[in-house]
């Protein structure tokens, strides 16, 4: 039986780990592929192949105990669609993928060119900005917010609330009160606005979410107000949380990659190939969580049904088993694929509108910025289990 090297820890709640976890993960690869905790009782995989692997297959590595390590068989119900397996994820799925079709994305390329304009025309001449606190994380939560018709001057209040529920102090895997005050203050503010689309209907994805119809095996019906709270819910801290990491991580990559960022200004073609690179590079979100339904073998070791296995899709990235010199950012990388939006059933609805916010948020950047630099001692790093990147990113221009 192949074992691990007895000084080998990584930790998802380490703040000191987080801060730049390749190297652990790199060990990970190469000395422990299958990686046992025993502190918090987790397997994990960290190899490119492996969670490529266990990704498609969701009859053996189930999501519906949950896909967040802390929350693991604590999942309220109604429970939201990435906490589901087929059939009811499938079905769930097909009622919001309209919302994130191909015509839906054309149409919101442009409001989502002029929040980033908009944005980023107030720091003109400034010398300086926070790149996330002032834009990064601002564009997205503003795109969301406009797609379930959340009025303006209440969005920085959604951003705030999410960002406070994934929070994590050191040391701390769970604060059930500090959540529960939080999602209460969530929940209460969509639920005045569910009441009113339910009398008043708008072209809006809420009122989308509250007239469409879910197919069961007793015939269609319309989802109850919590399901469409939890839709809402999911749809508004994915749809936040992941687009501002990836901007955090373009601010701060392509600053210590200036020959890089010189690239895409003088060749903008290249931005959306660079939105892949980033996503290759540092994965917004590089924890995932799956339960076994059946032992499984990995690396000559036993893995027991009802064992939580994180699949570290931060670490696939980076592993050179799949890609050339991993640790390099290039633009102009060629590539097939990645696992950082996910694969298989879970890849991540939103996958397209993510796209499209960073590849706008850089055209407009560069065309505006051409050049910056970050100031280290003030920028803040998010601490969740789940997503992983800047809160607060000074930089010079």
Aim: proline letters at 7%; hydrophobic letters at 40%.
């Amino acid at each position: 039986m192949a074992s691990q090297p007895p000084d080998l820890r990584y930790d998802p709640y380490d703040y000191d780990i987080d801060a730049d976890p390749h190297p652990v993960w790199r060990r990970l690869r190469d000395e422990a592929p299958l990686y046992h905790n025993p502190d918090y009782d987790f397997w994990a995989l960290s190899r490119f192949a492996d969670v490529l692997e266990v990704s498609v297959d969701w009859q053996t590595y189930s999501s519906a105990r949950g896909t967040v390590l802390e929350l693991i068989d604590k999942i309220p119900e109604p429970a939201p669609m990435i906490f589901r397996d087929p059939p009811e994820h499938a079905r769930l799925r097909k009622l919001v993928s309209r919302a994130f079709s191909p015509r839906r994305m054309a149409e919101l390329e442009k409001p989502v060119r002029e929040i980033a304009r908009g944005l980023l025309d107030a720091q003109v001449g400034a010398g300086g900005f926070d790149y996330v606190a002032d834009f990064g994380a601002k564009l997205p939560s503003m795109v969301i917010s406009s797609m379930l018709g959340v009025p303006e001057a209440d969005r920085d209040d959604i951003r705030r609330w999410t960002d406070a529920v994934l929070h994590r102090e050191p040391g701390e895997t769970l604060d059930d009160a500090r959540m529960s005050e939080v999602q209460g203050k969530l929940w209460g503010y969509f639920a005045r606005y569910i009441a009113e689309r339910r009398s008043a209907p708008r072209d809006d994805m809420m009122t989308d979410l509250l007239e469409a119809e879910i197919e069961e095996e007793g015939g269609a019906r319309r989802l109850t107000d919590v399901e469409v709270l939890v839709f809402i819910g999911l749809l508004s801290a994915a749809g936040n949380e992941t687009v501002a990491r990836l901007l955090g991580w373009a601010g701060d990559t392509l600053a210590r990659f200036p020959d890089q960022r010189r690239a895409l200004v003088e060749r903008p073609g290249l931005i959306p190939n660079a939105v892949e690179e980033l996503l290759r590079y540092e994965a917004p979100s590089p924890v995932q969580g799956r339960t076994l339904t059946r032992d499984a073998r990995w690396h000559g070791r036993r893995v027991p049904a009802g064992a939580t296995l994180l699949l570290l899709t931060g670490s696939a990235g980076r592993d050179e088993r799949e890609y050339p010199d991993p640790d390099r950012f290039d633009v102009e990388r060629r590539f097939e694929r990645h696992v950082s939006l996910g694969y298989g059933i879970h890849f991540c609805l939103g996958a397209s509108l993510a796209r499209l916010e960073g590849r706008v948020a850089l055209e407009e950047t560069l065309a505006r910025f051409p050049e910056w630099r970050v100031d280290p001692d003030a920028a803040e790093m998010v601490h969740t289990s789940t997503v992983r990147g800047y809160a607060k990113l000074p930089i010079r221009t």
